[in-house]
């Protein structure tokens, strides 16, 4: 090996570095360090508070946009669930006008009476209500009026006196009105 590979091997193993002098001077290094020594850690150290309040704002707005964005997602979900049950509700209102006109007629017996309990049952589950009787006082939101029909005994308000088809409130609001007749006073 030739004088320079191996000072350059002493060099690389630490055994020549005493040799080199730093280009600063060895007293020079300890002197400058003590004396910017608590104006460098100040200026640091005000970088790195700034630097964790930006994190840390960063980090509640993405925690607040993530609660948001559950919360809305949630509400859609909710949404679309009740949406596909008012549509599935919706198509079975003329089935249980069926069987709300049998009823009135006597109709209903024997196995079909379970089945049509059984109907109501579930759409009540739901919260899908049944409304408009006769004798209740007319309400244009609930109610939707085809004719005048009067009663037997005088109204002191616009009463029903007649229901065509009973309307259907799903968790109270109006799927759809009932139509009635009413008595005027």
């Known amino acids: 090996m030739t004088d320079s590979h191996m000072d350059a091997d002493r060099v690389a193993q630490g055994e020549g570095a ?3 002098p730093s280009p600063e001077g060895v007293e020079a290094e300890p002197a400058t360090a003590e004396g910017a020594e608590p104006e460098a850690f100040s200026d640091r150290e005000g970088e790195l508070e700034t630097l ?8 509640q707005r993405l925690q607040a946009e993530y ?5 809305r997602v949630d509400r859609d979900r909710d949404l679309s669930r009740q949406l596909g049950v008012e549509s599935v509700l919706t198509d079975f209102m003329p ?3 069926s069987i709300s006109l049998a009823r009135q007629h006597g109709d209903i017996d024997g ?3 379970l089945v049509a309990d059984e109907l109501e049952k579930v759409t009540l589950k739901y919260g899908l209500v049944a409304f408009g009787e006769v004798g209740e006082v007319f309400d244009p939101v609930l109610h939707e009026a085809l004719m005048a029909l009067p009663l037997d005994l005088p109204v002191e308000v616009t ?3 007649q229901v065509m088809q009973q309307g259907y409130q799903l968790r109270g609001r109006v799927i759809r009105p009932a139509r009635v007749a009413v008595a005027n006073p």
């Open 18 to 20: 005493e040799a080199a």
């Open 95 to 97: 089935v249980l006008d």
């Open 52 to 59: 964790v309040a930006e994190r840390t704002a960063d980090l």
């Open 159 to 161: 009463t029903i006196s």
């Open 111 to 113: 196995g079909f009476r």
């Open 67 to 71: 609660v948001n964005y559950k919360r």
